[in-house]
Each structure stands twice: as C-alpha cells, then as structure tokens.
C-alpha cells in the first residue's frame, strides 16, 4: 500500500506519465526513493530533464492528493494495480506505453487472456445493432471476455448482450472510477464490476473530458487479442481504437455494410486497406487467431510469436542467457545508451528479458 501511495504521489507530479514513470522505477529501486533523490540523480534517468526533476523534487501537494485517491478509492471499494503486480493484465502490459497504474472495480479472471474488444458508432443502425449483439453473445458464449468501452451504441450492446448470456466483460472508461460515463451506464457499469471488470487510467474524480478517450482507446485494443469494429463513420472513435490495435500488433476484424451508409464507411475503409479482416461469423475471428475451441467447454490458444519492431529484435538477438551491460549493448548496437533503454523495458514489458542489478540485462 506504501508503495501504490508513492506512486500515486509520483504520478501527480505535471509532466510525469506511464513512460516516465517506469523509466524512473527502473532507475530506482522503488518510488520512495524517486520522490526524495535529489534533481543531479533525477537527471541521470533518460527523459528527466532539469524542470522535470524540479517538479519531482517539490511536488508538495502531491501527499494530500495520494490520500485523497486512496480515501475516494475505499469509498467505492476500488483499488489500484500497478504493473509490477501479478494481477495487471499479461496483454496490456505487452504493448508500447502500458499504464503505470490502473484503478479497478471488480477482479480480473485468468479467462480474460481470451479478450476481444467491440467496439463502434454511438449511433448504429439496426443492422449494427443486431450484428454487435450477435457477435458479442456468440464470443462470450465460447468463454471469451468481451473488452469495450462502456460509451452509448456499440459499447453498451456488447456489454448488456455479454451480461445477459452469463459471459465476462471489461469496461474501460475515460474519466475517475467515481465518474461513471454516460451518467445513463451507472447501473451497467456497477453489473459490470459484479461480474467482470471497469477499469480506468485516470485518478479519482476525472471527468470524461475529450483528450481522455484517445488514451482510452489505447487500453481497450491493448487488454485484447483482436479489435472488432462493428460501424463507425472514418473519423469515428473506433477507427482510433482500430488504429491502436495496429499499432500494438494486435488483429482488426470488421463488419462490411452498406457503401451508401456513413457509419459503415470505417470498417469499409479498414476492409479495403487490408487493414482489417472481413468476418462474417466468429469462427474467422477465432482462426485468424488460431484459437482453437472445444464447443461449450474449453479453449486453448495456439502460441502466437510476438512481433518485434526492427530495433527490438536487434537489441533482443545481441542478448543471451549470460549477463551483459547495457552500455555493451549500446556499444554492440551502434546507438545512444538511452534508445536502447527504452528498447530494453519494452523487451521486459514483453516477458522476454530480465533486468539484474548493475544495468545488466539477459533474455528469459
């Protein structure tokens, strides 16, 4: 509980974000320790420039908001997981900026590696509204946790239709625990937490102000395996969720409508990139996959290699199960000591490497 409180103090600090953070806790061997080094040791972290370290160093309002999200927290009976915990969720934190910390109401299930985000239009047709019902059902029914967002439209079917076939599912919201968005989801959001999970990266109190969603968005595709985009016009806030997945190598599945209707123009667009799959039924999402299931029993997940950016495999093939320093690695990598720091706690996110004292790394 000490160290939640140092970090909630750490992360109250202007400037300082997930990155940041896990940067400096790499550094250091706890946040205690981050919140009274002096700016000259501060400074030694990549990314922490002379203001920043100020920052750090006279955060004095930052113990009064701690308490503050710890007593708003027990109030709800919600609490805070960080990714150093065992229960913070494997798939979110393999991707490239996973939250330091995440507030939750409810308990995550070892069934939820098996997650597939729905998401879409808050305004669906009829179709979107029958398909986004349909494949929500089908999918949890087959035991797989059904992620969205918890907005009006798409989200709110999938997760009432998950809810009513006695399935799991993950509502990540943009705003505080304590601020259940739309006002009209209060009810949803407490069944939600009875029998899955609300999740938030921003503090007690939040609103659900416009710049929140996009970070949002990052979490839902990052806490699954695949994103299904049900209807969304182009510019839609589900082409941001589609667009997150790419970018964290996860799958994107869309449902093909009509090219004279507007909410369908982003997964028809998704299609005809080729940046998303055309499914039909859940079994193309389940192969696509390669999830293998025993109809109304169990699953099982053939392994699946994780996809590493150029930079990363070279960093990752110049380790071994011997120790080396991250300096020879720079050296051997021809790059800045801070690049392949960076490259470095990705790889750890990613379950590949270990970090020992001393800044030496070898893989797992």
Known sequence: MQNVRDLLRLSFVHRIGPTKIRALLSHFENAAEVLVAPPRELIKVPGIDKKLASNIAHCEHAEGFADEQLRRLNRIGARIITIWDKEYPELLKKIYDPPALIYVLGKFSPKDRHSIAIVGTRLPTLYGQQTAECFSQDLSRLGITIVSGLARGVDTIAHTATLKCGGRTIAVIGSGLDIPYPPENK?????????????????????????????????????????????????????????????????????????????????????????????????????????????????????????????????????????????????ASDNSTSDVLVTLLSLEFKGLIKQLPGKMFLRM
């Open 187 to 331: 009810k949803l959001m407490e069944q939600i937490a009875d029998l899955g999970v609300v999740v938030s990266e921003f503090p007690m109190g939040a609103k659900p102000d416009a710049t929140n969603f996009p970070r949002r968005n990052r979490i839902i595709s990052g806490l699954s395996l695949g994103t299904l985009v049900v209807e969304s016009a182009e510019d839609g806030g589900a082409m941001i969720t589609a667009s997150t997945a790419l970018d964290q190598d996860r799958e994107v599945f869309a449902i093909p409508g009509s090219i004279h209707e507007k909410r369908s123009s982003g997964p028809n667009l998704l299609i005809q990139e080729g940046r998303a799959k055309l499914v039909k039924n859940v079994d193309d999402i389940l192969s696509e996959l390669n999830l293998k299931l025993d109809r109304g029993t169990t699953m099982r997940e053939e392994p699946v290699p994780l996809q590493l950016t150029m930079f990363e495999q070279k960093v990752y093939d110049l380790l071994s199960k011997d120790p080396i320093h991250i300096d020879d690695l720079a050296e």
